[in-house]
T-cell receptor, first 115, second 111 residues
Framework: DVKVTQSSRYLVKRTGEKVFLECVQD?????MFWYRQDPGLGLRLIYF???????EKGDIPEGYSVSREKKERFSLILESASTNQTSMYLC??????????????FGAGSRLTVL | ELKVEQNPLFLSMQEGKNYTIYCNYS?????LYWYRQDPGKSLESLFV?????AVKQEGRLMASLDTKARLSTLHITAAVHDLSATYFC???????????FGTGTRLKVLA
């Protein structure tokens, strides 16, 4: 089975701090995603990466950046954390766009609190 | 813009009862997914529905897709406590990377 691992389950940061959320997948998937999950809003796409060093903005990229230097690793960066970025962050991956049912496999999530 | 609406948002039901969760979406889509999320945990894939009339079943859960009505249903038969979770549907269009998720249905099965 595909495993998607998010390095931090719970983080507490202060306003203005730089925050790194790491995600690693072990099945050689080309595509990786970062979502934000908030009650009543479902999952919203922050950024998508379709290959190494390639990225696309999702629906809510403001205040975030990403890095994909290696195929298995996709990092989400909050340059200057703000309280409205308190949320659950979910990483997901899938194999390339032309293969199979395109099911997303999710990591366990990183719950970030910004004080 | 593709929108996905689930209802109900909250569902409390007795063990042994049947119920249906509805997922409506606003424009044409190639695939529809159902996921389950337990509290504090990640989303787990339940079903992928690929064509009109598709029906998938696993245990007490059955999902169906009507692409003409832009509607998917997740039917729960004889609910048990272990089914308590939040269920999400998501739609996807081939050739894109966008999965649009519903807001989720929080299901609580009472013993």
């Amino acid at each position: 089975d595909v495993k998607v691992t998010q390095s931090s389950r719970y983080l507490v940061k202060r306003t203005g701090e730089k925050v790194f959320l790491e995600c690693v997948q072990d099945m050689d998937h080309e595509n990786m995603f970062w979502y934000r999950q908030d009650p009543g809003l479902g999952l919203r796409l922050i950024y998508f990466s379709y290959d190494v060093k390639m990225k696309e903005k999702g629906d809510i990229p403001e205040g975030y950046s990403v890095s994909r230097e290696k195929k298995e690793r996709f990092s989400l960066i909050l340059e200057s954390a703000s309280t409205n970025q308190t949320s659950m962050y979910l990483c997901a991956s899938r194999s390339g766009i032309h293969s199979g049912a395109n099911v997303l496999t999710f990591g366990a999530g990183s719950r970030l609190t910004v004080l | 813009e593709l929108k996905v609406e689930q209802n109900p948002l909250f569902l409390s039901m007795q063990e042994g009862k049947n119920y249906t969760i509805y997922c409506n979406y606003s424009t044409t889509s190639d695939r529809l997914y159902w996921y389950r999320q337990d509290p504090g945990k990640s989303l787990e894939s339940l079903f992928v529905l690929l064509s009109n009339g598709a029906v998938k079943q696993e245990g007490r859960l059955m999902a169906s897709l009507d692409t003409k009505a832009r509607l998917s249903t997740l039917h729960i038969t004889a609910a048990v406590h272990d089914l308590s979770a939040t269920y999400f549907c998501a739609v996807y269009t081939s050739g894109t990377y966008k999965y649009i998720f519903g807001t989720g249905t929080r299901l609580k099965v009472l013993a």
